[in-house]
């Protein structure tokens, strides 16, 4: 896949089959466009180009604190590829691209820098200055420059209008079945494993810890979950817990991982984390001992989950 990081930077010579949006999450229904978009490019007739935008739209109108995405950028474009899309453009999202009218976008961007042949695009979409245009004002815009316009229905989407909302809302209750359900794929935390106070280690739990940069990747509620990892091509099975550890006082909010039947250096590793299903709320037990006895019963809660999926 060819990335490009300005709209100006597109080049091609052919005539593109083209969606565009966030894609925050690249959830089933957006692979539901995604597989429109690449049926469409007629065996290599015509490239297959997504539009996407960052930062989010809604970081730069309304502020980077209201905004928590369910990728990465750097996630979304893995997520993109293995979608088969060839072309990616992440354009910078600023006020004075917001300000362009529907009319500007289509004729500048879309025909002009694009050379489009055709834009698929979902059953809800809005574009243009203050969002004012829709698919009826995108299809007269066809007409008036030669492409076509294809739109994806709610009821093609798997009968459910899926939305990034939806499974944001889905995660920050703990609810990992129907957030996985509607993305199509275990939700997942990327970042680089540190050193922690090591006190796992001192009551048979060793944890590595998560620390991801990206401050609007959104973590999931907190408590205890079973997750997954592939290290070095092999899977490896464990539990993590989000929060900030009350029994021993912890004021700061970590992503601590215990790996199963693991004993390897990943420190300073960038490791992937998918989770696989919320086993409690956290919880502040009386003592050290207390806690260790319930680490015991979420290993063994977790080791039935696995076993079973």
Known sequence: MKIFHSIND????????????????????HKK?????????????????????????RMVLHGQSEVKLLN????????????????????????????????????TVLVDQFHIKKIIIGHDHRFGKNRTADINDLIAFGQQHNFEVE???????????IS?????????????????????????????????????????FPTANLKIEENYKLIPQNGAYVVKS??????????????????????????????FDFDQDIYDQKIAVSILERLRPEQKFGSVDLLKEQLKKDKQTALEFINKR
């Open 151 to 161: 739109q994806i229905s709610a009821q093609e989407i798997n009968d459910v209008s």
């Open 33 to 57: 466009i995604l597989e429109k978009v690449t049926q469409n490019t007629e065996n290599g007739k015509y490239e297959s180009l997504v539009l996407t935008f960052f930062p989010h739209p």
């Open 72 to 107: 990465t950028i750097d996630e979304k474009i893995n997520l993109l590829e293995k979608a088969g899309i060839q072309n990616l453009v992440i354009h910078p999202f600023d006020e004075k691209f917001s300000r362009l009218t529907a009319e500007e976008f289509v004729k």
């Open 164 to 204: 990034s909302t939806k499974i944001r809302n889905a995660l920050m209750e703990g609810n990992m079945a129907l957030a996985n359900e509607y993305l199509g794929y275990d939700y997942f935390l990327t970042g680089t494993i540190s050193r922690g106070k090591q006190l796992g280690r001192t009551i048979g």
């Open 230 to 259: 592939t290290i070095d091509q092999k899977t490896a099975y464990g539990m993590m817990n989000i929060g900030y550890n009350p029994t021993v006082a912890g004021e700061n909010l970590s992503i601590e991982i215990h790996y």
């Open 10 to 29: 597109f080049k091609s010579t052919k005539k593109t089959i083209l969606t565009l949006g966030t894609f925050d999450g690249v959830h089933v229904g």
